[in-house]
């Protein structure tokens, strides 16, 4: 029977040892390797970037060819893919909608809320970025307040004013 080198673990092919070990007749556990490889990507990370940066200078090209054809091939999963990822990232904001509900009244129904900027400056509505960097549509949402449509254009005709540190 053959056992890990560091945690002397049994070692099981397929439970605790990584077929790819098993190939290489390397004698350390599935737990042991995972902690071997977190310390050693922390050690080489600045190299481990460099070579993936020259890695894609030289093959920049062909990476592109392939991962043209890879959607090229793939263009229904991709569309699927999309429209799962950006309906459920519109949920998620209507959840967001419905939880804060309107600032200025008591309107909950998130058909009927929006996101407003009270600095009147916005990159970009959330609502219309949900294909884009994730961390990007929560600092545009965490930027804004909620307020319903109603609210909204009394806000922007000056009849309404937002309270102090409404952000």
């Known amino acids: 029977m053959r056992h890990c080198r560091e945690c002397e673990a049994e070692l099981v092919p ?24 977190k310390v050693y990507h922390e050690t080489h ?60 009244c008591p309107e909950r129904c998130s058909a009927v809320l929006d996101f407003h900027a009270p600095n009147g400056h916005i990159d970009c509505r959330p609502t219309t970025m949900l294909l884009s960097n994730w961390d990007r549509v929560k600092t545009e949402v965490f930027n804004c307040v909620v307020v319903c449509r109603n609210c909204h254009r009394k806000l922007h005709c000056g009849i ?5 540190g409404a952000l």
Do not use: F, Q
């Open 160 to 164: 309404l004013e937002l309270p102090r």
């Open 14 to 37: 397929g439970k605790n040892w990584a077929p790819s070990c098993a190939k290489k007749n390397a004698r350390i556990c599935r737990a042991c390797k995972s902690e071997y490889d």
């Open 45 to 104: 990370k600045e190299e481990m970037i460099a070579y993936r940066k020259a890695y894609r200078e030289i093959h920049g090209d062909r990476l592109r060819k392939k991962s043209n054809e890879w959607h090229k091939e793939n263009r229904s999963h991709v569309r699927a893919y999309r429209t799962e990822r950006r309906e459920r990232r519109s949920e998620i904001l209507h959840r967001y909608k419905r939880i804060k509900g309107c600032l200025l």
